[in-house]
């Protein structure tokens, strides 16, 4: 039985056009060899504080996520007071590590294209396993400040970018 996909969120223009950008960074390590995913961390006055792409293929570092990559960037540039304005916007649904760095930042807004369910599609694998894998949703609740969590969105722009990416 398949479970319910996630509903897609609709962005107002601002998340809209950060997400965008979060997705082209996904094509751009997609063409570096590695898996298409991109970050992008953003202050409330617009000014892109950080952002990477996947690199675990160029790098061989499977830690090489864009979001953990994108908060090392911008973990020691900024205070843990300017991260909590900040929304990071992820091409597809953080993992768990990388929900991890996000908390561990103080990021006080996540923003994500495709969400887990459907790349477990593109990877290959069971969509009714949805259960056997903790979420950034839980690591974020389990938090001890709030992390506003809004997606998936654009889940059809940002799925072009795992088309045929995940053949083995
Ligand atoms: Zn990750």
Redesign the pocket.
Known sequence: MHPALPEEVALDERDGRYLRQAIALADTARSRGNRP?GAVIVAPDGSVMAQAWNANGETGDCTA????SAVRLASPRFSREELAGATLYSSGE??????GAIFWANIGRVVYGIDAVRLRGFRGERLDQRDAELSCRDVFTASTHPIECVGPALIEESSASHVGAWKV
């Not at 996520?65 to 953990?68: L, N, P, S």
């Open positions: 995913f996520h864009a979001e953990t953080p993992c768990v590590m990388c929900a």
